[in-house]
Nanobody
Framework: QVQLVESGGGLVQPGGSLRLSCAGS????????MGWYRQAPGKEREFVAGVRWSNSNTYYADSVKGRFTVSRDNAKNTVYLQMNSLKPEDTAVYYC?????????????WGQGTQVTVSS
């Protein structure tokens, strides 16, 4: 089993920044693909960014390229999402996923989610 705990969400003004964290634990946590997803009210959950433990490659949705950065800390089993130049349309519940599929369509394990609200 894998346990994921997100933190770092909150209210921020347009143009501001936030950093989300996802701390993982469990016997099979290491060497897998981890992703950040988000779900806005009335919309389906969508892929935002991901990182593969095996080769450190990172992946981004077009809507966040150049603004968001995903990174990892192996020693802490933690993945981060640095979000800059935030826009109101970035408002959503952000979820961390572990053991995600090759094209980031789904993950085997999920955190509880953290709310990000971008508003003036």
């Amino acid at each position: 089993q894998v346990q994921l705990v997100e933190s770092g969400g909150g209210l921020v003004q347009p143009g501001g920044s936030l950093r989300l964290s996802c701390a993982g634990s469990g016997s099979i946590f290491s060497l897998n693909a981890m992703g950040w997803y988000r779900q806005a009210p009335g919309k389906e959950r969508e892929f935002v960014a991901g990182v593969r433990w095996s080769n450190s490659n990172t992946y981004y949705a077009d809507s966040v390229k150049g603004r968001f950065t995903v990174s990892r800390d192996n020693a802490k089993n933690t993945v981060y999402l640095q979000m800059n130049s935030l826009k109101p349309e970035d408002t959503a519940v952000y979820y961390c996923g572990s053991h995600c599929t090759l094209r980031w369509g789904n993950c085997d394990y999920w955190g509880q989610g953290t709310q990000v609200t971008v508003s003036s």
